[in-house]
């Protein structure tokens, strides 16, 4: 009987319309993992609607995490940018594969791709994401990553941002740059930041004041407090 269940549900999964077949793989709790393969067709169904897929995808998640995470890599191969975002899943995708999509051409991909690494803190990530600094400094989930990583690989890049003359063109790059560098609390950045606390504090800005003297602050320059105190008012 159990396994008349199996192939019963196996063939609702491949012809249920997709209204049903989302409320099943929304609400029911218990799928049996003998379910897993036709769950994970339901993913690779380009026929379906993406949140269909993505509803499949969490559901094969839960109960066999090694056919997800091959229906995941099979899945970021696919021209669909909408299909790729979808299998960024934390716990899916290897490392390398992870890295590989950085280069991804959607914005949105590289976004969930660089949070997925922070939340594994893993340190691979710190090579490609200085080199995308490098070669685009208005990244600002880069910049974000390489300040959670505390990557001090990444300071370089990072002061390079913060002592642009265009920076009023750039103004999120340039504030999440000064944060990172007091995430990371390199001393070798301590300079910079107080040169960038002085000219702020003469051209009035409050939110370049704040940014710098915080970061400063992170470095252990108590004399900013004042500062700080200044620019919330």
């Given amino acids: 009987r159990e396994l008349a269940s199996i192939e019963q549900l ?20 218990d799928h049996p993992s003998a379910l897993a393969t036709s769950i994970a067709a ?9 949140r269909v897929r993505d509803a499949a995808l969490g559901v094969v998640a839960r109960i066999d995490s090694g056919v997800a995470a091959r229906v995941s890599e099979a ?19 290897t490392t390398a594969t992870l890295l590989a ?26 090579g490609p994401l200085v080199r995308r600094l490098e070669t685009d400094g208005t990244d600002r989930r ?27 063109d750039r103004h999120d790059s340039w504030f999440s740059a ?8 390199d001393p070798s950045a301590r300079g910079v930041l107080r040169d960038l606390l002085n000219s702020s504090i003469r051209t009035e800005n409050l939110g370049a004041i704040y940014a710098s003297a915080t970061a400063l602050a992170l470095l252990g320059e108590e004399d900013v407090v004042p500062w700080l105190r200044h620019a919330i008012r």
């Fill in 75 to 93: 899945l970021v191969l696919s021209a669909s940018a909408e299909v790729r975002r979808g299998a960024i899943r934390p716990s899916l995708l």
């Fill in 142 to 168: 880069a910049i974000f990553a390489l300040g959670r990583l505390r990557a001090r690989e990444a300071v370089p890049a990072l002061i390079a941002i913060a002592k642009r003359s265009d920076r009023d």
């Fill in 10 to 29: 196996a063939a609702f999964l491949r012809e249920g319309d997709d209204d049903t077949v989302a409320t099943f793989l929304h609400f029911r709790a």
């Fill in 178 to 185: 000064v944060e990172a560098l007091g995430e990371i609390g």
């Fill in 42 to 50: 339901i993913v690779s169904d380009e026929r379906r609607p993406t």
């Fill in 101 to 126: 999509l950085l280069e991804d051409g959607d914005a949105e991909v590289r976004s969930r791709v660089v949070d997925t690494l922070v939340e594994r803190g893993h340190r691979a990530a710190v």
